[in-house]
């Protein structure tokens, strides 16, 4: 660092003895997701904006919208989208978005993880809400944070009955039932130990022929999964058929945890069998890791990407909304006091699953993509009003997933280095908290802003913030995705924040 840089920790530091900055306790609330992606940008040089394309795709973007009269009703159009403007609604937004994350696969389009939902074959983000609609359809109420509380109880008392949790090796702690917690460094890294590897498919263990690694079917080798080194917090990356041994080694312990709660799963499509009591009353069902299977079952052989930690965000978001909302996610919105910004900052602070953070430059920097379009989607399903809404909207920024970066770079709102375009052409995964996935979620957020600046600036009456932009984009995105009209891919990074 040479001596002209701004050492912002220092600055922070300073700033924090002599009290200067001190944030006003009376000042509204914000994010600084906004000024962090400013700051990114900024300071980025592997990830550009291009202002010339953002003047142009203000004119396409803005016509599109008004020819499509985009707007918070839009929400609720989609197909899958609960309607009813109720407190059943803020539940299922609220779990959809504890889970709305990393639904990416290695595998083609037949091999990836699929549900079968109302006649229909959804992936990706959609996958998430059929398997939800599919589960209430069931009578599993999967929506209800005192299901998951409760089930974490029920899945502890499973599990000594089964008497596995001394039988876990200590090689994969977040594995052991009652190990604590995932390491800490997990949650502050981002990056966490994969769950295991999916299973090869069955055929392989019936015939003991193995897919050959080379073939082209198989993820490229540089294609690896990272896990955190759960004891000295380093990052290892793995290449995706170690890990398949890795499981195999263990498969024997993890899996006779589950046989001893219910028969394996009888093949692709099949979720562990519900006995006949759970089918016959699937409202008493208890929210173990089987239900969970059942209720996150794929039509292919690959299950939902990190299963075990989204089963973590629910027992997490479970416990916290008992022990400080009365288990219910309506009171987290009132406490909010009607700021979008308030209530982004307090699922941040409360819930470590959505506290989305990352370091740029020695200075931490905010994204908090999961509490963000919970409020996004809260705002748009209740069209503003009731449950839906804040004082404060317009400080809400485009959520920095792997789908609307796609989008802006295809439209040459941004562009990479030659290496980052590279390395994301190849579909090699981009370690969670990579200099470069920053660059690209920051950059994202800010060419929203300054594409929103210039929709004003040319339809000053616009009815248009981060949030519509965002939404268009990402059903834009996947209409071209649809239409085989996809250029870059997406870049890849296996996370739990987005
Ligand atoms: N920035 C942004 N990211 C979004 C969405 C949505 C869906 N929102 C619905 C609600 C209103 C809109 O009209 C949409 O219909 C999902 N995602 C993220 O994308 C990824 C999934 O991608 P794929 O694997 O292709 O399905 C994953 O990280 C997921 O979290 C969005 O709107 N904006």
Partial sequence: MSDDDVDHELLALMRQKFGLGRANPNAPPDTKVLEHAQFICDNSIDVAISMAHTKLAAIAVSEEMQKREYST????????????KDEATVNFIFTMDLLNFSFWSLRGEEERFTVDYKGRKWTGYWSLVAALQRALDEGIPITSPEFWFDGEKDEQEVRRNAGTASGVTKSAPWKDPEAPRLPNEAFNTGVYPDPPAPRLPNESFDTGVYPDPESPQQPAASEANVTANSHDGSIEVADERILEDQHDDDS?????????QSEEAAGPG??????????????????????????FRSSTNEEIPMFNLRVHCLREAGRVLHDHFDGSVVTLIQDAKGSAAGLVNLLADRFSCFKDESNYERKKVRFLKRAQIFVADLWAAFEGEGYGEFNDIDKITMFADYRVPQILHSLGLISYCPPLEGRIRRGEIIESGHSWEVQIRGCSIWAIELLR???????????VNAILLDF?????????????????????????WY
Avoid at 77 to 83: A, G, I, R, T
Avoid at 252 to 260: G, K, N, Y
Avoid at 270 to 295: F, I
């Fill in 73 to 84: 009703k839009s929400w609720s159009e989609h197909e899958l989208h609960p309607k009813a």
């Fill in 252 to 260: 024997d312990i993890w899996s006779d945890a589950l046989e001893a």
């Fill in 270 to 295: 099949q979720s562990p069998q519900l006995n006949e009591e759970e089918l016959a009353a699937p409202q008493r069902v208890r929210c173990t890791e089987d239900v969970l299977r059942h209720v």
């Fill in 453 to 463: 600046r210039e929709i004003l600036k040319i339809q000053p009456n616009a009815k």
């Fill in 472 to 496: 268009f984009l990402y059903d834009l995105a996947k209409e071209k995705e649809k239409a085989g009209e996809e250029t870059l891919p997406h870049h890849r990074t296996r996370s739990i």
